[in-house]
Structure formats: C-alpha cells, structure tokens
C-alpha cells in the first residue's frame, strides 16, 4: 500500500455514480417548458374582458396552469442531478476495521397495542435482534407511546424467544419470512397464540405478571395519557451471563414508555424519539441509531454493514449525519391499488434530491449519527466515538440504569431545554423527520440516500382508501406547515444547502398547494362544457399543439417512469387516480386545516395508521378492489368530482353529435379533459352501480353527490 502525506491510502467504502440519461432527460425538460411557456402566453394573451363569460373562469384556469408549470419545474430539480450510492460491505470485513465497528443502537416505536399488534411490534424487535452484527454491539429500545402492559408482554416473550430463535437465524442463516424449522417454528406459534390471546383478553393473567418484576408498573390505575416514565432492561447483553442457548451473546434489549401527563405536550413520534436518545445515552450510548417504526422489520440481516461504509469512510464518512433506506413495503399488491410503492419517488426523487446533497430524512429505516441528531453542528474533526457499552455503564446494575435512565422520559425533563428545537427531533410538526432532516443538512452534514437492490427493511402498507388518504394528509399538511414556519427551506436553508435541494423540499412541502389547481381543473372545464363556455383553443388550432405536447410528454414521461422503476401499466393507472384523490381531497383538506390553524382554529395532531384491518376488507384489497366504505367527507368529494365529469362528459358528447364540426372542434379539448377524469374514477361509479359488497359507495353518499353535481351545473359561468 502507497503512502502520501504520511497518510495511508485507504480504498474508499462506497462511491457516488451519476445516473445515466441526463443529456436526454434535460433536452426533453427544455421541450416541455417551451410548451408550458405558449401555454401561458396563450392564456395570458385571450382573457375574456369584463362582463364577457367565462373570464373568471379562464383567470381561475390559467393561475392553475402557472401553479401547475411552476411546480413542474421544481420537480425537474430532482430528477436534474441523480446519483446512485454503491457500499462496498466486503471491504468492511477486511481486518482494518474489525474493532473498529462502532456500537449501534436501534429505536423502534410504538404508539397503540390495537392499531399495531404486539406481535406485529416483536416481530420487527426480532428482525433486529438477529442481525449479522456483534450482539454485544447492539443495543435494541421499544419506545411504547401506548405504555401497554401486552406490548411488554410481547417483549418479554421475544426476550425468552430470542434465545431460540438468534442461534436458529445465525446457523441456518434464514430470515423472519423463511421461518421453517420444525422446533423453532412451533416455539413461534406458541409464543405468537399467547400473545394474542392476552390481547384478546386485553390483559395479561396474574401468573404470568408475577414472573416478572416489570408488570409491577402497571398496578396503579394508569392510562395511556396517564402515567409515570417505565424502563425496563430486559436483556442486558453487555452482561457476558446474557447468552441464547448456544452461549452466544444476546444483544441488549429494552422497554421504555416515556411519562405522560394531562396538560403536557408530547409531541407524538419526535418526542418519543428524544426520550428514546436520553434514555439509551445513560445505557448503551451507541454513536450510531438505527430508526425504525414498529412495523418495519430488517430484510437484510447485513444492512448494518452497508450503512456503516457510509460512515467509516476515511475521506467523506466524517461529513454523514445519517444513511437513509428508502420506505419499502411487504404487502403491495401487484398493481398496488392505493399507489403506496411510489416508486419513482424512492428510485428517482430521493436520489435527486441526494445529488444536491438534500437526502430527505423520511422517519423510518434511517441511520442516524448520534451526535448530529443531538444537534451538533458539524466540525471536521468529528469521529465516531468507539466508547464500549460497558465504559459507558461504569459497573452499574441493571436496576441503577432503570433508576437513572427513567427521570430522562419524564415529562419535565425538557422543560427549559432546547430539545425539540436544537436537540433531537423538531417539535410542533406532524412530519417531524422532514423537518429535522432538514436541520440537520443545514447545520453542515451531509446526509446519503441509499436504495439497495435487496429491500432491508420492508413495513406495512395502508390497504382501504381512508388509511391511505389519511396518511397522505397527515403528510402534506405536516409539511405544509413547515413552507410557512421559520423553517421554511428557502429561509432556513438559504446559504446553507444549495438551491436544488430547497426547490427539492418544495416539491412534497408544497403538495397542499397543489390542491387548488387541480380542483380547479376537475370542475371548472366540466362546469363550462355544460353552459358552453369554450375554454381551450379548438382542436383545429395551432395553439392546442403546446396543450397537447405538454399532456402527452408528461404522460408518456410519468409512465415510462413508473414502467421502469418496475411498476405496471394497471399500477400507473392506479396511481392516477390516487393522485387525483390525494390532491382532490388530503391535499385539500390539509391545505383547508393548515389555514384554520394560522388562524388558531385547530392543534396539531398525528393520525396513527391502522397496521391490521379485518379479515374481509383485507381480501378485498387482496384483490385489488378499492375500499370506499364509509361516509367520510372525503368519499362525499370524491363522488361529487366523479358524478359532475360523468354528466359534462355526456352532455359534450351529446352537443357535438348534434351541433357539428364546429363545435366539436371547440370543445373537444374539455371533452377530453372530463372523459380522462371519468375514466380514471371508473371503480368509482363501479363501486355504486355493480357492487354490492361493505366496501362500496354507501347510497347516501352518492344521493348526496348526485344532487351536488346536478345543482353545480345549474350555476352560470362568470
Ligand atoms: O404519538 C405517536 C405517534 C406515532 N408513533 C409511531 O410513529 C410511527 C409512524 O406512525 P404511522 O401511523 O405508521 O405513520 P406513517 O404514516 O406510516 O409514518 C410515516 O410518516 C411519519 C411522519 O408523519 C414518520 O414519523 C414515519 O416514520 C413514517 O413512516 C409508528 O411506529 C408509531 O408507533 C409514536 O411513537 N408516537
Ligand atoms: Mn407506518
């Protein structure tokens, strides 16, 4: 090996490749603004004067497509700089960094034992525990927001269990989804039949509290909002008595439910991460975190590995605050009706937005350095800090540590302290990992993004259309919020990411925005086709050319997309119409809840997703058939935007079989725009008119819509 400068040339632990294709991707990016260009130039040159008809709605229609360019372009920012991150694991194991390993310590949260199963909870702590990773390195924490005595039952039986099942993982070297040796495989069933039939209790019986001292916590009457901080070791695997059956080490293994009081903040996931931070400093004090949400279990027992190339690297290491895995999921249909793999914006966006060195941090599968997510800034001499566990517990017993580690959870703890601001994850925003992320870049790291071809973590998909439309509010209206906070990127991060990664934050924190226009778009041409009101150039024109170029290339462009990040044809037809849904209605109602809440109308609220659903809905959606359900304002808009395009799509076609040429050549343009909402809301009018399972459209909702509809097309056009 050479030596420069007294240093030794080490070779590298992962490089940094650019996409390829960005010469095309810019020359067709140039076509497109050309045509978006005419577009406004077009609109901008014909407004109506005053009194004609139709002027405001062509004004209301042309801020639409200045809002829908713009926007366009900001998503251009990332997909202008891809790259693509490649780990180099074998190097890893190479003797130069053998003890070099830095401990690691995994988060994992939970928030209600009946909206994400106790089983559901442990199987991701075993995933864990099994990693091809040093036990004695690895320390694993349950934050349990639902402080439920059967998630720590669960635990506590995957404590037991682990001994069984580590051996079994590291010998057979199988996975949680290849769980089939006989003994093991029964141990699992068993374990998994108490444990749900303590739920199904809602309590754990008497004999089996009294085998553990940590039941004690729950003697009190506590609820859920109600009660003192709980830690409780389970595993102490620096201990080197705490061993599987093979006497091989365990890794650590904890349960924490931070207190919570009436009257106190706790700021939903970012507050149960810091005390997660607090408490696991006063134990194991790893200097790298593994984030995961608790139904997210590892696909990949070696992703420890590939994460830590990121952060040992000799030249560039120093500068990563945080390895991002993208958000995989275990149960997307083939077709993935609700549109839940994005695939274009794990394979392209994030990698986009990494290019600009503006990797989102997306609260789950994240490796976080620890000091970074303390909120320290970043400083060239910053090193992994490679302190054991058992210099960090100074002799203590494990009964100390409970006692020391349980007065960081309290509620008071924070009070007068910069955690939630500087410290930890952010308060005060649903989508504390975005805006955290963001904090993070602009104290001077230098986060990654890494999509591996092997999925290394893979959690649960929303599978009925509520869920899934409730999670996608949660979202935009988080990160809404954040456009109009001091963190606003263009703000906070002016001067200290470039320009390309802020436009790259605007594309999801704008989503609400984006609400407005494509309202606007599915009801102002439909309500015009009925009064005949022309709003497009005819057909016959020169100036439908950029229109059309403009559809077309996006179509084409999205559906090559999906097509080659592995989606099917049925799947981008799916994610239409989800994207119509989203911004119809989540978008919409966030944007409508963010407003009321600058106005102190309403509080921030975190929407916890249901991980399970009953047995037929799930089979419906096994099928690919949409769950409508209930009579929820969303269906209720829905239904309305899906009805009025139905009737402007059969009264333009009705008028121009009867009037002609002439007018067929005028109105086509809006034909055409609600002949495409109709057929995408297709499983809509299905849902009313064929079906006649649970999942369909309750009749209410569609009188209601109906009547709607009809009485919009009644309204004169201004
Ligand atoms: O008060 C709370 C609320 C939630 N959670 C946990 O947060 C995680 C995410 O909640 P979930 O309902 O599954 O929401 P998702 O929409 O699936 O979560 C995505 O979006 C969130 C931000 O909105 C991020 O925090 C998540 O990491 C990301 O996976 C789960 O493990 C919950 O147990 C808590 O610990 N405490
Ligand atoms: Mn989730």
């Given at each position: 090996?050479?030596?420069?400068?007294?240093?030794?040339?080490?070779?590298?632990?992962?490089?940094?490749?650019?996409?390829?294709?960005?010469a095309a991707h810019r020359l067709l990016c140039?076509?497109?603004?050309?045509?978006?260009?005419?577009?406004?130039?077009?609109?901008?040159?014909?407004?109506?004067?005053?009194?004609?008809?139709?002027?405001?709605?062509?004004?209301?229609?042309?801020?639409?497509?200045v809002l829908f360019g713009l926007y366009w372009v900001i998503t251009q920012a990332c997909r202008w700089r891809v790259v693509y991150r490649y780990p180099f694991r074998d190097r890893l194991s190479s003797t130069r960094y053998k003890d070099k390993?830095?401990?690691?310590?995994?988060?994992?949260?939970?928030?209600?034992?009946?909206?994400?199963?106790?089983?559901?909870?442990?199987?991701?702590?075993?995933?864990?525990?099994?990693?091809?990773?040093?036990?004695?390195?690895?320390?694993?924490?349950?934050?349990?927001?639902?402080?439920?005595?059967?998630t720590f039952y669960a635990l506590l039986e995957a404590s037991e269990f682990s001994k069984y099942w580590i051996p079994f993982c590291k010998n057979y070297n199988v996975e949680l989804e290849l769980l089939?040796?006989?003994?093991?495989?029964?141990?699992?069933?068993?374990?998994?039949?108490?444990?749900?039939?303590?739920?199904?209790?809602?309590?754990?019986l008497q004999e089996i509290k009294d085998r553990h001292k940590g039941f004690l916590e729950w003697g009190s009457k506590i609820t859920k909002q109600d009660h003192q901080s709980i830690v409780q070791i389970l595993i102490d695997g620096w201990n080197s008595k705490a061993t599987d059956i093979d006497e091989n080490r365990l890794p650590t293994l904890v349960y924490l439910s931070r207190e919570k009081r009436p009257g106190w903040a706790h700021n939903f996931k970012a507050g149960s991460m810091n005390s997660l931070i607090r408490v696991s400093s006063e134990i194991s004090n790893s200097p790298i975190i593994l984030n995961l949400d608790c139904d997210m279990y590892s696909n990949d027992p070696n992703a420890i590995q590939d994460a830590l190339c990121f952060f040992l690297d000799k030249k560039q290491g120093q500068q990563i605050s945080y390895v991002q895995y993208p958000q995989c999921f275990r149960n997307v249909t083939e077709n993935d009706i609700y549109a839940n793999a994005s695939c274009a914006t794990f394979k392209i966006e994030l990698a986009g937005l990494d290019g600009f060195g503006g990797a989102l941090y997306i609260g789950t599968g994240c490796f976080h350095r620890r000091e970074s997510l303390l909120g320290k800034v970043y400083s060239k001499d910053h090193r992994l800090e490679l302190q054991s566990v058992e210099d960090n517990i100074k002799g203590r017993t494990v009964e100390e540590l409970e006692a020391a580690s349980k007065p960081l959870a309290d509620c008071r703890y924070e009070n007068g302290t910069l955690w939630g601001e500087e410290m930890g994850l952010v308060y005060g925003y649903p989508v504390e990992d975005i805006v955290t992320g963001l904090t993070i870049q602009c104290r001077g790291w230098n986060p990654v993004y890494y999509n591996p071809s092997k999925n290394a973590f893979l959690g649960v998909a929303p599978t009925t259309l509520d869920i899934a439309l409730i999670q996608f509010k949660r979202w935009s209206e988080g990160m809404f919020q954040i456009f109009f906070s001091k963190y606003c990127p263009f703000i906070h991060g002016h001067g200290k990411i470039?320009?390309?990664?802020?436009?790259?934050?605007?594309?999801?924190?704008?989503?609400?925005?984006?609400?407005?226009?494509?309202?606007?778009?599915?009801?102002?041409?439909?309500?015009?086709?009925?009064?005949?009101?022309?709003?497009?150039?005819?057909?016959?024109?020169?100036?439908?050319?950029?229109?059309?170029?403009?559809?077309?290339?996006?179509?084409?462009?999205?559906?090559?997309?999906?097509?080659?990040?592995?989606?099917?044809?049925?799947?981008?037809?799916?994610?239409?119409?989800?994207?119509?849904?989203?911004?119809?209605?989540?978008?919409?109602?966030?944007?409508?809840?963010?407003?009321?809440?600058?106005?102190?109308?309403?509080?921030?609220?975190?929407?916890?997703?249901?991980?399970?659903?009953?047995?037929?809905?799930?089979?419906?959606?096994?099928?690919?058939?949409?769950?409508?359900?209930?009579s929820s304002i969303?269906?209720?808009?829905?239904?309305?935007?899906?009805?009025?395009?139905?009737?402007?799509?059969?009264?333009?076609?009705?008028?121009?079989?009867?009037?002609?040429?002439?007018?067929?050549?005028?109105?086509?343009?809006?034909?055409?725009?609600?002949?495409?909402?109709?057929?995408?809301?297709?499983?809509?009018?299905?849902?009313?008119?064929?079906?006649?399972?649970?999942?369909?459209?309750?009749?209410?909702?569609?009188?209601?819509s109906v009547a709607i509809a009809s009485v919009a097309c009644l309204i004169p056009i201004y």
């Open positions: 090996m050479s030596a420069k400068n007294g240093e030794e040339d080490v070779p590298p632990l992962f490089v940094t490749k650019a996409a390829k294709g960005r140039f076509t497109i603004m050309v045509g978006i260009v005419l577009i406004w130039v077009y609109r901008l040159g014909r407004i109506p004067g005053a009194g004609r008809p139709g002027r405001y709605a062509w004004v209301g229609v042309f801020v639409s497509e390993l830095p401990a690691v310590d995994v988060f994992v949260c939970t928030a209600d034992p009946m909206l994400e199963p106790p089983i559901l909870v442990i199987n991701t702590v075993l995933s864990i525990m099994s990693y091809n990773y040093p036990p004695e390195k690895l320390g694993v924490y349950l934050s349990d927001d639902g402080c439920s005595e059967l089939k040796s006989i003994l093991v495989r029964t141990m699992y069933e068993d374990m998994k039949r108490r444990i749900e039939s303590a739920g199904q209790k809602g309590c754990v470039k320009m390309g990664a802020q436009m790259g934050y605007c594309i999801y924190l704008l989503w609400a925005l984006l609400s407005l226009p494509t309202l606007c778009y599915s009801v102002v041409p439909a309500l015009c086709l009925v009064q005949n009101v022309p709003l497009f150039p005819k057909v016959s024109s020169w100036w439908f050319i950029p229109f059309a170029y403009v559809f077309a290339a996006k179509t084409a462009y999205s559906l090559v997309e999906e097509l080659t990040c592995g989606g099917t044809l049925q799947g981008w037809w799916n994610l239409q119409r989800m994207w119509l849904f989203r911004r119809t209605t989540s978008y919409f109602f966030a944007f409508i809840d963010t407003v009321s809440k600058h106005l102190g109308l309403s509080e921030t609220s975190f929407a916890l997703t249901a991980k399970v659903v009953d047995d037929e809905v799930r089979k419906r959606y096994e099928k690919e058939i949409i769950e409508f359900g209930s969303v269906h209720l808009m829905i239904s309305t935007l899906a009805f009025l395009n139905l009737f402007s799509f059969g009264y333009g076609i009705k008028n121009a079989v009867f009037s002609g040429a002439e007018a067929l050549s005028e109105f086509m343009p809006q034909i055409i725009v609600s002949g495409l909402i109709v057929m995408v809301n297709y499983p809509v009018y299905e849902a009313f008119f064929i079906r006649r399972d649970k999942g369909s459209i309750p009749s209410s909702v569609v009188f209601k």
